[in-house]
């Protein structure tokens, strides 16, 4: 025993006197070297040598399995006789999101372990080396294949070998938290155009599933960017994903292993078919919480149907107080102005424009549902997010405030905006407004809509039909209701020259969102496109003076019919063009005061201790380009994020963006704005009001720069 004892003492000696050393080679922009957990090597024992990777800012090496594109690093040993080197035990990769592709991989720093297994054999006191070719592919905007020869000397002694000093601890920790097997179980199935992965076991149980996240094994199994929804439950999650080619047009395969990353921890799960446990689902989307039932959770995620469908009536109502909605209700006031005296009219108008929201809504609402279930990266306002359907709805801006101005006249009735749509009634006017009403309403997302809307989709589809019809009724409550009190109708003046007057200034607000929506259509297609679009709109304003002409002349003659088709199909012309214009770079948004968005740069902010302010935004948002205005980009809010060293991060919904939808997702939202401010030292994040206040903004900032209590 005296013997062993002196033995392990002298390897520790030797050990801790000259630990391992291996030199760092540079192969262009990675500095890749291998390095240690172990002071020495004990015969017939089994160390870790771990492959170190730091990796040049702004470039990434990958994982495994790669993503869409790109290609894992491998190590080929070179060993003594009788030593044997393990597979690499992976880090948990990050997202590498690029455009309309998602990668895995690394960035900065990473440690990739391999397990080394000592012969009996080997003789304590000698020193060997172990030799290693590594290549790997690093990318930025290009991508470069790099290559290095690596070595490291190893010193075998007798004993239990002590940690080395330099890289011990480091190999420990990525040994520590790299994914695990913890005798979870997962089932998958098909359900329509989805794969659903239920996973349950008591690993999760108090595990944070905030960014949770399923990386496959196979690059195959699944459509990597796109968005992956995960619905908790009170014993585990269900992951919604969209299958990939082994599905769709391969053989489906037996099994889908891979890493189900949660928060700072991550299992390896391995899915089969079966049927999937009600367990694993049912209360709504994750944000942060843990698995326990009624712990925690979203915006909505907990929410029953009677409070979802409360919230989405009372947002409804408070929907009609928002900027974006103003210039379409002002035309319904003046409608009702009209038929003031007249209360059968009234309330025929008032059910008009009632079912022309109702069923304007159930069409968006069927719409998204399908987008959704179809694994589109889609959310409210998602139409708004096409640059076809942005440049028409100007353009028809545009004609109703001509048409207010008087320069033509579309049937009877005031809100005949629709053109051939106004019936002698103007009954089809009045649906035709209420449907664009909640067109030109989606940019907007209304208190206790935020809760509503994230139920609703997760919900399935007969249940997010009655939301989103809840949501209608309160939209057109107060016009439907005063439509049908005569009372306060017969207030109103009675009709008269003063309508005149009145119209004209209703086709202010009308050429406002004519122009609004113009802006948001060139933020999307960029400045050449609204060059383009420019050129439609004064094709329009031609074609409306030529009708006007015509509706003067006692006879309609076919110059005038030739001549208004032609701008017609002018202006479709010129807008079928300025949508397919290039789109923008990042680099013209580049030089504002803030960070683009991506999940890795929070991560890396909050793991620096740095507060930090994401917003969730979007051009065609007009809550968010007011908050913007008023409370966001002011002096004493810019001072305050100085003082306080607030990172500030804006991620741009504007355009679809797969990543984005998924985070809004994760914090049970279906649309912007959304606003998180996570606080020094890492701390969870607080969600500000949706309608912003100068003086919020600054105290919140100030409260995230504090120290935690």
């Known amino acids: 025993m005296f013997k062993t004892l002196a033995m392990a003492l002298f390897g520790a000696l030797i050990g801790f006197a ?72 992976w880090a948990t990769p990050q997202r590498l999101p690029l455009k309309t592709l998602m990668d895995y991989g690394y960035t900065g720093e990473v440690l990739l372990p391999v397990a080394i297994t000592v012969p009996t054999s080997a003789r304590p006191g000698q020193t060997v080396v172990l030799k290693a070719a590594v290549s790997f592919l690093v990318c930025a905007d290009l991508c470069v294949p790099e290559d290095a020869l690596l070595s490291i000397p190893i010193k075998v002694a007798a004993g239990t070998p002590g940690p080395d000093l330099r890289w011990g601890r480091a190999v420990d920790r990525a040994l520590a938290n790299a994914p695990k097997l913890a005798g979870l ?65 391969g053989k489906p395969p037996a099994s889908v292993s891979g890493v189900l990353a949660l928060g700072d921890r991550a299992f390896e799960i391995t899915a089969r078919p079966g049927t999937l446990p009600t367990a694993a689902r049912g209360l709504g989307p994750v944000a942060g919480a843990d698995l ?64 022309g929201v109702l069923a304007t809504f159930m069409l968006l609402a069927g719409a998204l549902i399908a987008a959704q279930s179809a694994g589109a990266a889609a959310g409210w306002g998602f139409q708004l997010q096409s640059p076809v359907v942005v440049g028409a709805l100007s353009l028809v801006m545009m004609l109703v405030a001509l048409n207010l101005l008087g320069l033509f006249e579309v049937g009877a009735s005031l809100q005949g905006a629709g053109g051939g749509l106004a019936s002698r009634s103007g009954l089809a006017g009045s649906a035709f407004t209420g449907a664009l009403a909640v067109v030109v309403a989606a940019p907007c997302t209304a208190p206790f809509m935020a809760g509503a809307l994230g139920f609703a989709l997760t919900q399935s589809p007969m249940v997010a039909l009655l939301v989103f019809l ?113 789109q923008p770079t990042p680099a013209e948004v580049a030089a504002i005061g803030y960070e683009a968005f991506t999940p890795e740069r929070l991560d890396a902010l909050r793991g620096a201790g740095h507060p930090v302010l994401v917003n969730f935004t979007a051009a065609w948002c007009v809550t968010c380009q007011v908050n913007e205005r008023l409370a966001l980009s002011t002096r004493p809010v810019a001072d305050a994020m100085r003082r306080s060293g607030v990172a500030y991060l804006k991620a741009d919904w504007t355009n679809r963006d797969a990543v984005i939808a998924q985070v809004l ?43 935690a209590a």
């Not at 790669?66 to 597979?87: N, Q, V």
């Not at 329009?540 to 003067?552: D, E, H, I, K, T």
């Not at 998180?676 to 100030?702: C, D, F, M, N, W």
Request: glycine content about 14%; overall charge positive; aromatic content about 8%.
């Open 292 to 355: 326990r039932q009624g712990s925690g959770g979203p915006p909505g995620g907990g929410l029953g149907l009677p409070v979802a469908l409360g919230f989405a009536l009372v947002g409804g109502l408070i929907l009609n107080l928002m900027p974006c909605v103003f210039p379409v209700l002002s035309m319904k006031a003046a409608a009702l102005v009209r038929h003031a005296h007249h209360p059968r009219a009234a309330k025929a108008h008032g059910l008009a424009f009632l079912a």
């Open 18 to 89: 000259v630990p391992a050393a291996a030199q760092e080679v540079n192969s262009g922009h990675v500095r890749a070297e291998l390095v240690a957990q172990s002071a020495w090597a004990p015969p017939g024992g089994t160390i870790y040598v771990a492959l170190r990777q730091k990796i040049d800012r702004g470039w990434h090496t990958y994982w495994r399995n790669s993503g869409d594109a790109g290609e894992a690093t491998r190590i080929g040993w070179t060993l003594p006789a009788g030593w044997r080197a393990g597979g690499i035990v």
């Open 665 to 707: 997702a994760e914090h049970g939202r279906a649309g912007v704005p959304l606003y998180l401010l996570y606080g020094k030292g890492g701390r969870e994040a607080v969600e500000l009001p949706q309608l912003l206040t100068e003086g919020e903004v600054v105290s919140a900032l100030e409260a995230a720069a504090r120290p």
């Open 470 to 582: 809840a949501l209608g009724l309160g939209f057109a409550a107060p016009f439907t209701l005063l439509a049908f009190a005569p009372s306060l109708l017969r207030r109103l003046p009675k009709p008269g020259p003063w309508m005149v007057v009145l119209r004209r200034i209703l086709a202010l607000p009308m050429l406002i969102a004519a122009v609004w929506l113009g802006w948001v259509f060139g933020r999307q297609a960029g400045q050449p496109a609204l060059g383009l679009l420019a050129g439609a709109a004064a094709v329009v304003v031609v074609g409306a003076w030529l009708v006007g002409r015509g509706q003067r002349r006692e006879r309609w003659s076919p110059w005038f019919s030739g001549a208004v088709a032609s701008t017609a199909v002018a202006a479709v012309a010129l807008l079928a063009v300025a949508v397919r214009a290039p």
């Open 185 to 249: 179980k997962a089932v998958m199935a098909r359900q329509g155009g989805s794969l659903k992965i239920a996973v349950t076991g008591a690993a999760l149980k108090g595990a944070s599933l905030t960014g949770a996240y399923f990386y496959p094994y196979s690059a195959t199994v699944i459509e990597h960017a796109q968005p992956q929804r995960i619905e908790r439950g009170p014993a585990g999650l269900t992951l919604t994903l969209v299958p990939g080619y082994d599905f769709t047009k």
